[in-house]
C-alpha cells in the first residue's frame, strides 16, 4: 500500500459548494512528492462539509478508483468575478460621494468669502426695492422737516454746505444716521448724537466708503477681540478702536494694528487654541487672512501694519473732548494735515499718529491748550515746518513731572532748536521730558546750552540733522536726576572743536548712583583733538559706549573701528 502524499498548499475558489476552476490554483507541492507534480494535476472536485476540515482531491489518472487524498496546507476561500465586481462598483460610488462633497466644500470655502471680501456690496450704498403692497399702518418715515433739524443740529459741528453736498463724508454720515443706522434713529437731545455721527464721518473721511483692513462696515469677521464692526447695530463704544468709555464717551480711541493677521488663535502650554469653534468659520478666517495678505478692501496692496485707514482726518474728530488717548498709527495713505479742531482735545494725555503721511503743517496754536498733554508721537510723516514753539506750553511737560515723549523724526523740520523749549527755571520750558527725539530731520544752527537743564532726560536723538558749532560743555548735567542710563546720539551733523572734559561729569549725575552704562556717540560730525583723560578713565560700567571719529579725533581708549570701549 503506497503511502500517503505528502501535504501541498493550494488555493480554492468556492460558491454554493462548487468549485471556480478559474480561481482554484496550486501554489506549491512539497519537493518530495512523487509522481507527477501537483502543478500538472487538474483538481476534480472540492468537498465542503460543516463538520470537517476542506480536503483536496487530485486525479492521477481515469480511474477514479485510483484517486488519492492530499492533506492542504492553506485553502483560501476567494471571491467570485461577480462579487469582485460588485465590490469595486460600490467603492467607486463611495469615492465618487466624497469627491463630490469635497468639491462642494471647496467651492464653498473659496467663493463664500470671495463674495464677502472682494465683490460683497455695499451695504450703505444698497437700496430697497419699493412695496408692492398698500401700507396697512400710516407710515413711520420722517418728515422732511425733521430731517431739517437734523441737518440744523449737525451743523453746530459741521459745514453745512459740507452736509448737504452728495458724496462727501459728512453728507454719507448724516443720511447713515438718519436713514440706515441699524441701531435705529437717536433723539435731537441725546446728548451722544455728535459722537455716533463723528464716528461715521471718521469712517467715510478715512476709508472712502468702502473699508479698512479689519473690521470695516459690513464685515462678519472682525478680528478685533470682543469688539465690532464699523457701521453696526452696536453701540459706537462697541466698534474696533473705542477702546474705553466713560458713561458712553469714549476716553480712549486707538487704531493702530501691528499684526494684521491676529485672529484670535493663540498656541498655548498644551495645545493650539481656537476660540471660534466652527469648522467653517474657521475656512472663513483663513480665506480672509490670504485675501487680505494680497489686497485690502480699497484695492491697495496691504502690509503688515496698519488698519488701511485710506483719505484724510476730519474736523469734527476734534469734537470729541472726552479725549485722553487718541492713537491712529501706520496708514500710509492717510494723507492731510492736523485739523484745528484737535485744539479742543484738552483732556489729551497721549496723541500718537505714527507713521501716517500727514503733510501739512498744524495750526498755530494747536497745543496751545493741552495742558495735561505728556507724550506726543508724531514720528514718520512728512511735515515741512520750524519745530512748532507751542509745544512749550503743554505744562504737563513740566511742572508735573509726568513721562513727556516728543518725537518728531524724519519729518523735515526745519530751522534752530528753539532755547524756549528747554527749561530756565521750574516753571518753563520742558523741564520733565524723558525723552527726545529729533533725529532724521533739517534741523541747523547750534546746540542750546539750555540743553543741560532736562534733568529727567534719559534719551537725547539728535541724529542727522545740520547742527553746527562746538559740543556745550552743559551737556554734562544731562539727565542729572534720572535713574536711567542716559544714550546720546550726536552724530551725521556738522559739530567742529573738542570734545569738552566736562563730558566725564556725565556718568556721575545720575540720581542715586543707580543708572550706569551710559552711550555717547558723536561720529561724523568735524570734531578734533583728543578725547580727555578724564572721559577714558572711566570704567565701563559708567560710560559703555564712546563713539567718535578715529581718523580726526585721538582716543586712547577707542579702537581703531569705534567700537564700543573695552572693559578696563
Not at 492521477?60 to 465590490?87: G, H
Not at 396697512?136 to 453736498?165: F, G, H, Q, R
Not at 455716533?196 to 473699508?211: L, Q
Not at 515723549?405 to 523735515?412: A, G, I, K, S, T
Request: aromatic share 8%.
Amino acid at each position: 500500500m503506497p503511502s500517503a502524499p505528502p501535504p501541498f498548499a493550494t488555493t480554492l475558489g468556492v460558491n454554493s459548494g462548487e468549485v471556480d476552476v478559474d480561481y482554484a490554483e496550486t501554489n506549491s507541492v512539497h519537493p518530495t512528492c512523487s509522481g507527477n507534480h501537483a502543478s500538472d494535476v487538474p483538481i476534480k472536485e472540492t468537498v465542503v462539509e460543516s463538520s470537517s476540515a476542506i480536503k483536496a482531491y487530485i486525479v492521477d489518472s481515469d480511474d477514479e478508483s485510483e484517486m488519492s487524498e492530499i492533506e492542504a496546507l492553506r485553502v483560501d476561500i476567494l471571491p467570485t468575478r461577480v462579487e469582485t465586481a460588485k465590490k469595486a462598483r460600490s467603492k467607486l460610488r463611495l469615492y465618487t460621494i466624497l469627491a463630490i462633497i469635497f468639491l462642494i466644500i471647496l467651492a464653498t470655502t473659496i467663493m463664500v468669502p470671495v463674495y464677502v471680501f472682494i465683490l460683497k456690496p455695499d451695504p450703505l450704498d444698497r437700496s430697497e426695492p419699493p412695496s408692492m403692497l398698500p401700507s396697512l399702518a400710516p407710515s413711520e418715515a420722517p418728515t422732511e422737516m425733521l430731517y431739517t433739524l437734523y441737518v440744523d443740529k449737525i451743523s453746530e459741528i459741521s459745514n453745512p454746505t459740507m452736509l448737504m453736498t452728495e458724496g462727501t463724508a459728512q453728507n454719507k454720515a448724516i443720511t447713515w444716521l438718519y436713514h440706515h443706522d441699524p441701531a435705529s434713529r437717536r433723539d435731537l437731545d441725546d446728548e451722544r448724537l455728535f459722537q455716533r455721527y463723528i464716528a461715521a464721518v471718521f469712517y467715510y473721511s478715512t476709508s472712502k466708503g468702502r473699508g479698512w483692513h479689519d473690521c470695516y462696515a459690513g464685515d462678519v469677521l472682525c478680528t478685533s477681540s470682543s469688539k465690532k464692526p464699523w457701521l453696526s447695530m452696536w453701540d459706537e463704544c462697541d466698534w474696533y478702536g473705542f477702546v474705553e468709555c466713560d458713561n458712553g464717551f469714549v476716553t480712549r480711541f486707538i487704531i493702530c494694528k501691528y499684526h494684521t493677521m491676529n485672529h484670535d488663535i493663540s498656541v498655548r502650554e498644551g495645545g493650539l487654541v481656537i476660540p471660534r469653534p466652527a469648522l467653517l468659520a474657521l475656512m472663513f478666517i483663513l480665506m480672509h487672512t490670504i485675501l487680505n495678505s494680497v489686497t485690502n478692501q480699497n484695492g491697495v496692496g496691504k502690509g503688515v501694519n496698519g488698519n488701511g485707514l485710506h483719505g484724510t482726518l476730519p474736523e469734527e474728530f476734534g469734537y470729541l473732548t472726552s479725549l485722553k488717548q487718541l492713537t491712529i498709527d501706520r496708514n500710509p495713505m492717510l494723507t492731510s494735515n492736523i485739523p484745528a479742531t484737535f485744539s479742543k482735545l484738552t483732556n489729551l494725555r497721549r496723541l500718537s499718529l505714527l507713521f501716517n503721511n500727514l503733510q501739512e503743517p498744524w495750526s498755530e496754536g494747536l497745543l496751545d491748550n493741552m495742558t495735561e498733554l505728556s507724550g506726543l508721537y508724531l514720528n514718520y510723516n512728512n511735515f515741512n515746518m520750524t519745530l512748532p514753539l507751542d509745544i512749550s506750553n503743554c505744562t504737563s511737560l513740566t511742572g508735573l513731572g509726568l513721562a513727556a515723549l516728543l518725537e518728531l523724526d524724519e519729518n523735515f523740520l526745519t530751522g534752530n532748536l528753539p532755547a524756549k523749549l528747554f527749561p530756565s527755571n521750574i516753571t518753563s520750558g520742558l523741564p520733565a521730558l524723558q525723552i527726545l527725539d529729533l533725529q532724521n530731520n533739517r534741523l541747523n544752527g547750534t546746540l542750546p546750552v539750555e540743553l543741560g537743564n532736562l534733568h529727567y532726560i534719559h534719551k537725547l536723538y539728535l541724529s542727522n540733522n545740520d547742527f553746527q558749532g562746538g559740543l556745550p560743555a552743559s551737556l554734562s548735567n544731562i539727565g542729572r536726576e534720572s535713574v536711567k542710563y542716559k544714550t546720546i546720539t550726536l552724530d551725521g551733523n556738522r559739530l567742529s572743536g573738542v570734545i569738552p572734559p566736562e563730558l566725564a561729569n556725565i556718568s556721575l549725575l545720575c540720581k542715586y548712583g543707580y543708572c550706569h552704562g551710559h552711550s555717547l556717540n558723536l561720529t561724523n560730525n568735524s570734531l578734533t583733538g583728543k578725547v580727555p583723560d578724564s572721559i577714558c578713565s572711566l570704567p565701563n560700567s559708567q560710560l559703555k559706549e564712546l563713539l567718535v571719529d578715529c581718523d580726526e579725533v585721538e582716543c586712547s581708549c577707542c579702537n581703531p573701528s569705534c567700537d564700543p570701549i573695552v572693559e578696563r
